[in-house]
C-alpha cells in the first residue's frame, strides 16, 4: 500500500529530544562446563521445549512446509522440481539445509537465499542427533558431549552467517534430541523446529503418500519433508497437494506463522 501526502494548513512541528539507554552487550551464552554431570533424561523427537506447529489464522488453516537438506554423499542433490512447484504456486517454505549440503551446493545455496519465497535454517554442521552422551537415531551416532552439541549448532549457524542468513532456527540431523541438548539450544539463542507431520517418510513416500500427508495436515502443522532426494516422491507429491489445495482456504506459512 501507497501512502499518499495530503496538503495541510502550516504547523509548527516541535522537536523533542529522547534519552537514548546505554548500550548493553548481552553476555555469552553458557560453556559446555555448565551441563557438566546433567543425565538426560528423554531422548526422541517430541519434547518440551521443541516447536512443533504454528500461529494459526482465524477462518484458515495453516500449514508450514520444511524441507530437510541433509548433505553427504547420498543426500547433496537439490530437488529443483520441487523448489520450481514451490515457486509456480507461491507457496513459501523453510529450508533446513547442513553444512555439507550449503558446501556442496553453494549456488543453489545463493539462489534459495535470494528468493523471499524461501528462509534458509539450520540443520546442523555434521547432520547428527543432538544429545548429551551419544544417542543414536536411525544408525547414526549423536553428538557425543556438551561440547560437541554447541559445534553442531554453531558450526553451520557461522558458515550460513556467512551468506548472510541470520539463522535462529535449528533442527537437528534425524530430528532426534535429548533434553540437554534441548536446553543446550535454547540457552545459544535458537528454536528447535520440530514436526507434527512427517510429510515424507525420509524421502521414501510415495508421491500419493506425500499428497495425502500434506492435504490432511492440521491447522498449524510443521510437515517435515526432504529437498535432497529429487528421484524420489517427494517434488511430485508436494506439487499434487498444491494443485488440490488451490483456491482452498489453506495458508502456506513460515515458521513464526508469516507468509509472503
Request: negative net charge.
Amino acid at each position: 500500500m501507497t501512502a499518499t501526502a495530503t496538503a495541510t494548513s502550516t504547523a509548527t512541528a516541535t522537536v523533542r529530544e529522547t534519552a537514548t539507554a546505554p548500550t548493553t552487550t548481552a553476555p555469552p551464552p553458557p560453556g559446555p562446563e555448565h551441563y557438566a554431570g546433567r543425565v538426560p533424561q528423554a531422548f526422541g523427537t517430541s519434547l518440551p521445549g521443541i516447536v512443533e506447529t504454528v500461529p494459526t489464522t482465524p477462518g484458515r488453516r495453516t500449514i508450514a512446509l520444511t524441507f530437510d537438506a541433509c548433505g553427504g554423499p547420498a543426500g547433496s542433490a537439490v530437488d529443483q522440481y520441487l523448489i520450481d512447484s514451490l515457486r509456480e504456486f507461491h507457496a513459501p517454505a523453510t529450508l533446513f539445509v547442513s553444512s555439507t549440503w550449503v558446501e556442496a551446493n553453494p549456488e543453489a545455496t545463493r539462489h534459495l537465499i535470494a528468493d523471499p519465497l524461501f528462509r534458509l535454517e539450520n540443520h546442523g554442521t555434521r547432520h547428527l542427533p543432538l544429545s548429551v552422551t551419544g544417542a543414536a537415531a536411525y544408525g547414526i551416532p549423536g553428538t557425543a558431549n556438551p561440547a560437541e552439541v554447541m559445534a553442531e549448532i554453531d558450526g553451520n549457524r557461522a558458515l550460513l552467517a556467512s551468506y548472510g542468513v541470520a539463522s535462529n532456527w535449528f533442527r537437528a540431523g534425524t530430528a532426534h534430541y535429548d533434553d540437554v541438548s534441548v536446553d543446550i539450544a535454547r540457552d545459544r539463542g535458537v528454536q528447535i523446529a520440530g514436526f507434527s507431520v512427517n510429510g515424507d517418510y525420509g524421502a521414501t513416500a510415495s508421491p500419493g503418500q506425500v499428497a495425502a500427508n500434506i492435504e490432511g495436515a492440521p491447522d498449524g502443522a510443521i510437515v517435515l519433508s526432504h529437498m535432497n532426494h529429487p528421484q524420489g516422491g517427494t517434488g511430485p507429491g508436494v506439487r499434487q497437494a498444491l494443485e488440490a489445495l488451490r483456491g482452498s482456504d489453506v495458508r502456506f506459512a513460515f515458521l513464526d506463522g508469516s507468509s509472503v
